[in-house]
């Protein structure tokens, strides 16, 4: 297996990433138990999922899927686990239940902690850009929850070349590391 830094961090990830999006809807837990176990013994150490992937009313299976397998594999320090915030999580269509504000990461930081079964998610990705949050109040989110210790790196997922110079842009006037990739 060949690896790479990870974005602009000295963090070493396979070329490879195993992206667990249909784990839940389309592949059972068992067979995802095995493809995790498998990808890892071929030396892929990159997985990727997102809060809100596991199917229609079933946001946030996936996550639950691989907690489930590293509490039983006990191979978690072995992977370098991203994974995505952005998605609304309820159907009840709350107006604090998606998006990127301080507090709907905040909410969703810890759900997606209990749901992996880990205690740090080590890149946590924008899913998507969020035109109502002003990037300030991103920042202070996402640095907060570098500080508290519940994610390592930041970065980004289907953002346009503008969106990643603006959050970069606020980034580095706050002094925070900013985005170390994009999806």
């Known amino acids: 297996m060949q690896y790479t830094h990870l974005g602009r961090t000295g963090a070493k990830v396979s070329r490879l990433v195993l992206g667990t999006m249909n784990f839940g809807p389309e592949t059972s837990e068992a067979d995802s138990?095995?493809?995790?176990?498998?990808a890892l013994?071929?030396?892929?150490?990159?997985?990727?999922?997102?809060n809100a992937y596991g199917g229609a009313g079933r946001r946030?299976?996936?996550?639950?899927?691989?907690?489930?397998?590293?509490?039983?594999?006990?191979?978690?320090?072995?992977?370098?686990?991203?994974?995505?915030?952005?998605?609304?999580?309820?159907s009840a269509n709350r107006p604090n239940d998606g998006g990127l504000s301080a507090l709907a990461v905040r909410r969703e930081v810890r759900a997606s902690l209990a749901r992996l079964q880990t205690d740090v998610i080590d890149l946590y990705q924008m899913h998507h850009i969020d035109r109502a949050t002003p990037w300030d109040e991103?920042?202070?989110?996402?640095?907060?929850?570098?500080?508290?210790?519940?994610?390592?790196?930041?970065?980004?997922s289907n953002f346009a070349g503008w969106h990643i110079a603006a959050a970069?842009?606020?980034?580095?006037?706050?002094?925070?590391?900013?985005?170390v990739s994009e999806q």
Do not use: C
Request: glycine share 12%; no cysteine.
């Open 138 to 156: 991103v920042w202070q989110s996402m640095d907060r929850l570098v500080q508290a210790g519940d994610i390592v790196y930041v970065g980004s």
């Open 168 to 179: 970069s842009e606020t980034a580095m006037a706050r002094g925070s590391l900013g985005l």
């Open 33 to 38: 138990h095995a493809i995790m176990s498998r």
């Open 60 to 90: 946030g299976y996936t996550e639950e899927i691989i907690g489930r397998w590293f509490a039983t594999t006990g191979r978690r320090d072995d992977v370098v686990l991203a994974t995505k915030v952005f998605g609304w999580m309820t």
């Open 41 to 50: 013994d071929a030396g892929i150490n990159f997985f990727d999922t997102a």
